[in-house]
């Protein structure tokens, strides 16, 4: 008798189960989605937010709010500590803004006057 084939295609059954292990690890290595303040959306006292939450490096934050009251600047330590935002900050209005996040720390403010000092500001530490 020649085993061969059957030998062959235990090998193949088990360079598939691996692939698949690698394919299961990859997916969940994938970017994370968050909703910025979840159903309450982007709005004042969202600090705590972030709260217990892991976030990576290349992961999105979703801005939900009423463009017509704010709007989502993504500034630096030192504008972030003084709630202003400077003319390089990158600022967002679209009501529905998709960030991606860099590694290390991540600033949001709203750039309305008295809306940043009034707690509408998150601190995003992405691994």
């Known amino acids: 008798m020649n085993y061969q084939g059957r030998c062959s295609a235990r090998q193949a ?3 598939a189960a691996a692939l698949v292990s690698l394919l299961v690890q ?3 290595g994938e970017a994370a989605v968050f909703t910025v303040g979840d159903t309450s959306g982007w709005s ?3 600090q705590s937010w972030t709260d217990g ?3 990576k490096a290349g ?3 979703i801005f939900n709010y009423d463009r017509s009251f704010h709007n989502v600047a993504v500034v630096g330590v030192n504008e972030y500590k003084s709630c202003t935002s400077s003319p390089s900050s990158k600022a967002y209005s679209s009501g529905r ?8 720390k991540n600033y949001f403010i709203c ?4 809306h940043c000092n009034s707690g509408l500001n998150i601190a995003v530490d992405a691994s």
Not at 97 to 104: A, P, Q
């Open 13 to 15: 059954i088990v360079v």
């Open 26 to 28: 990859f997916k969940t």
């Open 44 to 46: 004042f006292n969202v």
């Open 53 to 55: 939450k892991k976030f």
């Open 59 to 61: 992961d999105t934050l």
């Open 97 to 104: 803004d998709r960030i991606k996040l860099s590694k290390g």
């Open 111 to 114: 750039s309305v006057p008295t």
